[in-house]
Structure formats: C-alpha cells, structure tokens
C-alpha cells in the first residue's frame, strides 16, 4: 500500500471490539493524527475482544488506557482522546477535523448518526458491526456509494436485534472484523478505492461463508439529499451489534 500516512487523520468512533484492532492497524501504519471517541471504563467482560486493553487497565477509562497502549506501539502517532459519547452534539466538529470515518460504535443510533454526519461533511465512512457469530462491513463514500440510510433506512425498532450483552459475540471475529476495517481505512488514505465501497460484506464465522449486498444510492434518502445533517440527532434505535 503506497503512500506516507503521517499527515492524515482518522476518527475512530470506540475503542473496543471493532475499534481496538482498528486503532492497532491504523496507529502500525503510521496514520499521524487518531482521534478516539469512547465514553466508557474497561470491564472484565471486555477483555475477550478488545486487544488493547489488560487486567490492569480494568476501571480505567477506556480512551486512557488506548491512548497509552497506542502511543507504546507508535510513539510518533498524535492520540487525541475524548471520553463521551458521538452525539449530535460533538458529531459535525468532530468529522469535519478528520481525513475520514472510522465506526466501531455499539448501538444503531450511533452508527446512522455517524452515517449520517459522513455524508454531510464529505467524508468517506468505513461501518463495521459484529453479532454472535456475523460480521458485517461496509465503506460509505458521499456522492458516489450509497449510506447506511440507503440500505436500512431506519434503526431497527427497540428490541428487534439483540445485544451483544444479550447474545454474545465471538472475541475472535470482533478482532478479525476490526483488522479489516483499519486496513479499509488504509486503502482509502492512500487514495485507493475501497474493498467495500458500496458493497456490504456479511461474513457469517459458523459456516464460515460470506455474502455481498450492493448499496446504491436510494432516491429519497434523506441523508444523501441533504436533508438530515449531523447537527439533527439520529432516531434512536435498538442497542445492537455491540463491540
């Protein structure tokens, strides 16, 4: 993959199951400016899945302790760290700062309003979720793919899909998911076109078999139309995939 990295930024919406591995091939690579974006502390329940984090990080806020493990890996990396959520609050600012959009959030809400903020500001958007034992990727390119918006329209109703809480997800293919959303990434700073873009990759581990769905650009979608921007707050959905 061609291409220095040290001038380009990315921000990495949490830093766990997804985001974790991500960081590590980003902050690898050299990517000179990563903003981490993660409200929470590291559990014991955590460790199976998010790589950067060990017994001795347990109750340390998680954008801490990633931001020290990062800057031990890569010393010439720039971690910018904010522990809060992405809301509509800080969602516009903190895309427009960036070179592109890494999503490795744990609830639907999030990932349509990081969906939703890409578009707006013309950034290109790499979307991962994990389940159970699926994994799904997806690279959003404003003006040219289809969004998040495009393919599922709205978050699913509260309750529809389960969390990760509630229906377990293997640590394995979190870390497996979040390694190819870092190198996603990598192809898209280096001015490549991206293995997913417009293209939604579902990988199921038990059967060990994957499928592709196209994502066009919907007539209609409020997003690609302009009309829901990041400074709008995203419906709130089901807490799923969560990483």
């Known amino acids: 993959m061609a291409g220095s990295f040290s001038g380009k930024s ?24 990563l903003v981490l974006l993660d409200d929470d502390a590291v559990e014991t329940s955590n460790l199976n899945r998010q790589p950067l984090f060990g017994e001795a990080d347990l109750g340390r806020r998680k954008t801490v302790a990633a931001a020290e493990r990062l800057r031990r890996l ?11 959520r992405f809301d509509a609050s800080n969602a516009a600012e903190l895309v427009a700062s960036v070179d592109l959009v890494l999503d490795g959030s744990d609830n639907f809400a999030t990932k349509f309003l990081a969906s939703d903020a890409a578009v707006a500001a013309g950034r290109p958007l790499v979307h991962g979720g994990v389940l159970r034992y699926t994994a799904q990727l997806l690279t959003v390119m404003p003006g040219q793919t289809g969004c998040l918006r495009c393919l599922f329209e709205e978050p699913p109703a509260p309750g529809a ?61 409020p997003a690609c139309e302009g009309r829901v921007g990041a400074g709008a707050p995203a419906p709130v959905g089901a807490a799923g995939e969560r990483a």
Do not use: K, N, W
């Open 161 to 221: 899909v389960p969390s990760c809480a509630q229906a377990g997800v293997l640590g394995a293919l979190a870390g497996f998911a979040g390694a190819l959303m870092g190198a996603e990434a990598l192809r898209l700073l280096a001015g490549e076109r991206g293995a997913y873009a417009g293209r939604l990759v579902v990988y199921e581990a038990r059967p060990g078999r994957a499928r592709i769905v196209p994502v066009r650009r919907r007539a209609g979608c």
């Open 74 to 84: 890569a010393p010439a990396v720039r971690a910018e760290t904010h522990d809060r």
């Open 10 to 33: 990315v921000l990495v919406v949490g830093a766990g199951g997804l985001g974790g591995p991500a960081l590590l091939t980003l902050a690898a690579a050299g990517v000179g400016r």
